[in-house]
């Protein structure tokens, strides 16, 4: 089977679901194309993940010259398709294409050939959250009916509290859309001690880490505010591990350079591998994932944080604030409130000592495996090919302890 990987967007997830996914499709007999942008090809983030699996796949020679707006996206999508002849798309992340995508077919214009089997994966689903205001949930009811109107693909979410929204509606897209699993590869639970030797931090005293893109989405600006008001023991820090904003880069030189130079705020300014990562994950005492109420999507900073058990901060909003209490692994906090989180980074950290996570996240860290997510994102093209989808764990045998078939049947039916 010739299928063509479409990935219009580097940032994020993308590179660590193809990672894992590529190699599982050429296991499977499929000849893999990839097209990319060409800042896709030329990062960092590129040469870690996907350099070293060539061999898996051919890259699209007419590389995209820019993401563009989302008419220029799908001018591009139909041009791969075109140059590339598949006989399946698969789009692992599909926003923000999907809703004009959609809209497109509604009106009779066929941008991907009949013939051609599909899949759609959104990362972020914010029109399954409540809306804010009567303009929202006018963008919100618009988006997921254009969503809908692409009657000939599957279309899948990889965020349990969307799909669960989306369900509850009784929408007709909640007759046809997926759940999928979010790759969670390489978290392995080390000492905090190793894991600050490993990265050169000092190793005592307690620590408040933010990883991942450092910048305003995940509130960081806020988070730097609030340490620096917080009452704290004299040993506390501020770690920030990850590829910093001009913004940040601006306050962290300016407004806050006496923590720095104190030590109390220590900057990793780089893009982390994955070891890196993980380190940095198991050197905290607290994980922070306060992002602002505008972010809808799974955290892959707090499944991380479950998994190697370390306890979270984070915003309640959203995804997290029904995630973070289910499953007890930490404290939720008023991102937009200075003073609240300013005293529950201090509550955060002094309950840290007490931790112990809830017997659940063996159930996640199974549903969050590489192997889970290969065999669920896979079960469709199994099922094209004429072989057996693999047995998959769902998300309500996370939840309730219970194995149902319900969520790897749907995914089957392409």
């Not at 909640?174 to 931090?201: F, H, Q, W």
């Amino acid at each position: 089977m010739r299928i063509l990987i479409f990935n219009p967007d580097e940032k994020g997830h993308n590179f660590i679901f193809l990672k894992l996914l590529i190699p599982a499709l050429n296991t499977l007999g499929c000849n893999i194309t990839l097209a990319l942008t060409e800042s896709g090809f030329t990062s960092e983030e590129f040469h870690t993940h996907l350099a070293p699996l060539y061999h898996f796949f051919q890259l699209d020679t007419q590389i995209m010259q820019g993401t563009g707006g989302r008419r220029q996206q799908i001018a591009q999508l139909a041009a791969a398709v075109k140059r590339n002849q598949p006989e399946h798309l698969l789009v692992p992340n599909a926003e923000p294409l999907l809703a004009l995508l959609g809209l497109q077919s509604a009106l009779g214009r066929m941008i991907i050939p009949t013939g051609i089997t599909q899949e759609f994966t959104l990362i972020r689903a914010d029109f399954a959250y409540p809306a804010a205001n009567l303009k929202q949930r006018a963008w919100f009811w618009a988006k997921e009916r254009s969503i809908n109107a692409m009657p000939n693909a599957t279309i899948s979410v990889i965020d349990p509290i969307a799909y669960e929204n989306i369900r509850h509606r009784g929408s007709s897209l909640a007759e046809r859309i997926c759940l999928l699993p979010e790759p969670l590869d390489n978290a392995v639970s080390i000492g905090k001690t190793e894991a600050r030797r490993r990265l050169g931090l000092p190793v005592h005293g307690r620590y408040l880490i933010c990883t991942g893109v450092l910048d305003h989405r995940k509130g960081i600006n806020l988070i730097l505010s609030a340490f620096a008001k917080a009452d704290l023991n004299p040993g506390d820090r501020l770690l920030l591990a990850g590829k910093a904003g001009p913004d940040i880069e601006e306050m962290l030189s300016g407004a806050f350079a006496h923590l720095v130079r104190d030590d109390k705020i220590i900057l990793l300014n780089r893009y982390l591998s994955d070891n890196e990562l993980n380190s940095v994950i198991c050197a905290a005492d607290v994980v922070a994932a306060t992002y602002r109420t505008t972010h809808c999507a799974p955290s892959g900073i707090i499944n991380k944080a479950a998994v190697t058990g370390r306890p979270v901060l984070a915003s309640r909003f959203g995804w997290s604030d029904i995630i973070v209490p289910e499953f007890g692994l930490g404290t939720l906090t008023d991102i937009n409130n200075p003073e609240v989180l300013a005293q529950d980074i201090a509550v955060a950290l002094d309950q840290s000592a007490y931790f112990t996570p809830s017997p659940k996240v063996s159930r996640l860290q199974e549903y969050l495996s590489p192997a889970n997510f290969i065999n669920a994102w896979t079960a469709g093209i199994s099922r094209l090919l004429g072989k057996s989808a693999p047995e998959i764990k769902s998300w309500e045998w996370v939840r309730y302890g219970v194995i149902t078939k319900s969520e790897s049947m749907e995914r089957s039916k392409l």
